[in-house]
Structure formats: structure tokens, C-alpha cells
């Protein structure tokens, strides 16, 4: 027979993921509701040396975006996502801006608003399933 405890454990945890990836979902609906929509241009990076868990660290670089905001308004920020070989200048990108503040805009293509949200749920999920499973077979 099966500790209820682990079960409750489980649950616990599955449940703090489920909550994590609803909080983030949450933010990016709320993003995407505030309506700022453009086409940027990547017109430089910033590199950074990011810490691996093994190996040695690794270049990588992140896009300096310019959009300008249905205002008029010309705005630059820097994406929060790297890549290994920069992508080329001037290249067209999606951007999602608060029109309060259009220079904490992020790019708005599928994986940098719903991966964060999706990897936390589908994470946790099976802990919560099999927390579900002790629970139910205790």
C-alpha cells in the first residue's frame, strides 16, 4: 500500500508546476491583450558567455531590436533570448509592446511567449498524475 504522503507530495508538487505554468500563461495573454504589435528589426547583439552545467561556457547572442510603436514612437530593446550565431542584421522579427512602455517589448513569436508556460505544465504534470494515481490507490 502506497504512503499518503507521497501522494500528497506528488500532487504538491505537479500542482506548484500547473500554478507556475498558469501564472506565466497568465502574463502572456495579459501581453498580448495590451495590443502593441510591430515588425522590428534586429539592428545589432549583445554577446554573453553563458554557464553551462558541464563543459566549458558558451558565446552567445542576443538581438538589439528597433521597431517603431503605432505612435510614431521609435523604441530598442534586447531580446531575452540567445542564440549561438547571431542572426542577421536587419532581419524582420514580430515584436509585442506595452504601448505604456514600449521599451520592455519582447519578441512575439510562438516560442518566446508560450514555451516558459508550456514546459512548466507539461513538467509537472506527470508528478501531479502520479500523485493523483497514489492518491486514488492507497
Request: charged share 15%; proline share 7%; hydrophobic share 55%.
Amino acid at each position: 500500500m502506497a504512503d499518503p504522503a507521497l501522494g500528497w507530495a506528488l500532487v504538491a508538487a505537479g500542482g506548484a508546476g500547473q500554478a507556475v505554468g498558469l501564472v506565466l500563461a497568465r502574463r502572456a495573454l495579459r501581453e498580448l491583450a495590451r495590443g502593441g504589435r510591430a515588425v522590428g528589426r534586429i539592428v545589432g547583439h549583445h554577446e554573453a558567455m553563458v554557464e553551462r552545467a558541464k563543459g566549458a561556457p558558451r558565446r552567445f547572442h542576443f538581438p538589439v531590436i528597433e521597431f517603431r510603436t503605432a505612435s510614431g514612437e521609435v523604441a530598442t530593446f534586447r531580446a531575452a533570448t540567445g542564440r549561438l550565431a547571431p542572426a542577421p542584421l536587419g532581419t524582420a522579427v514580430p515584436v509585442a509592446y506595452d504601448p505604456q512602455h514600449p521599451a520592455r517589448a519582447r519578441l512575439a513569436t510562438f516560442a518566446a511567449t508560450w514555451a516558459f508556460p508550456l514546459l512548466a505544465s507539461l513538467a509537472s504534470l506527470p508528478f501531479l498524475v502520479a500523485g493523483l494515481f497514489v492518491l486514488s490507490h492507497g
